[in-house]
C-alpha cells in the first residue's frame, strides 16, 4: 500500500525558508514521478517541482525557478521541498503526490489528474 506523508509546514516571515518532507512507503519501483502541489484558499491546485526518482532529474514551475529545491534521500525514502525567500504568495497547503511513468518529463505535468497517489498536505504559511 502506497503511502506518502508529508511535514514540516509551519508559518514564517517573508524571506524565510522551510523545508518539507514527504515520506514515501509501498512503492514498487523507481520509475516514478515525486512532486509537490500546492492550493491556495479559492484556488486550483497547481504543481511546484518534481523529481524523477531514477536518475534524479528535476523539473520546477517557472515561478519557483531558484527559490526552491526538490531533492531525496533514497535510503530514508524521503523526498524534500526546501523553500527560500518565501513570500505571502507562497502561503498554501502542500501536497506531496507521485505517479508511475517510465518517461522523465511527464513529471512536469501540471495535470491533477495524472498524479495517482497523494498524501494529506501540509500547511505552509507566510506574513508579511
Known sequence: QVQL???GGGS???GGS?????????????RRCMGWFRQAPGKEREWV???????????????EK???TISQDNSANTVYLQMNSLKPDDTAMYY???????????CS????????????????????
Open 18 to 30: 522551510l523545508r518539507l518532507s514527504c515520506a514515501v512507503s509501498g512503492f514498487t519501483n523507481s
Open 96 to 106: 506531496c503526490a507521485a505517479r508511475y511513468t517510465s518517461i522523465g518529463s511527464r
Open 12 to 14: 514564517v516571515q517573508a
Open 5 to 7: 506523508v508529508e511535514s
Open 109 to 128: 505535468s501540471p495535470i491533477v489528474s495524472e498524479w495517482n497517489y497523494w498524501g494529506q498536505g501540509t500547511q505552509v504559511t507566510v506574513s508579511s
Open 49 to 63: 517541482a518534481a523529481i524523477y526518482i531514477r536518475g534524479g532529474s528535476t523539473y520546477y514551475a517557472d515561478s
Open 66 to 68: 531558484g527559490r526552491f
